[in-house]
């Protein structure tokens, strides 16, 4: 069960372009750490391309199934169990303080370039949000999403590689968008995940 610690929400840093949701906007930022939009220079930027932490097979004791995706909020890592005592590991970016959570629940359904409707809590702290925005590269949902059970979280990916390891979201778990893809191949709608806090 979904055990909220403050309103749930989804999305993260939003980057809107000239002409494709909000004709009047200059591109901008969504900064989650500050709740505020920021022009493109100002909000933080890495000059690495991929996840600064390392997509790796790991020992991995657990009771799990093979297929069970297991998120450890406080190491910042994701685990998708497989045979043999393993794990694949996956650096993540997990929800700011306020906005974590913890429980078990099934993937039901997945998708690729997803849209997003950001939920009524957090066009209320951002009022300038879209109603909808349709999927792609500036979409904060990334390349993949494993949508969590009847939550609002999901498990979805990120064009800001410098996210990964962070406390940023509210509340969903990011990966790059080339680890969304890889785990996105691997993992069947119906997979347990379990989300520790």
Not at 92 to 115: C, L, M, N, Q, Y
């Amino acid at each position: 069960m979904l055990n909220a610690k403050s309103g749930a929400a989804i999305g993260l840093a939003i980057v809107l372009s000239v002409g494709s949701v909000m004709p009047t906007m200059a591109a901008r930022v969504y900064n989650s750490f500050t709740n505020t939009w920021e022009e493109p220079s100002t909000a933080p930027r890495s000059t690495r391309r991929g996840s600064p932490i390392k997509r790796e097979v790991v020992d991995y004791a657990t009771n799990h199934k093979p297929g069970t995706i297991v998120i450890e909020t406080g190491e910042r890592r994701l685990y998708l169990v497989l045979e043999d005592g393993k794990a694949l590991k996956y650096g993540v970016g997990v929800g700011r303080d306020g906005f974590t959570w913890s429980g078990k629940h099934r993937i039901t359904r997945k998708a690729e370039w997803p849209g997003w409707t950001p939920p009524p809590q957090m066009r209320k702290r951002v009022p300038d949000l879209p109603a909808y925005m349709p999927g792609g590269p500036d979409n904060p949902l990334g390349a993949r999403a494993l949508y969590i059970g009847s939550t609002l979280y999901r498990v979805h990916g990120t064009s800001e590689p410098w996210s990964i390891g962070q406390a940023v979201s509210s509340g969903c778990i990011r990966l790059t968008n080339e680890d969304v893809t890889d785990l996105y191949e691997r993992v069947k709608v119906g997979a347990l995940i379990v989300v520790n806090h």
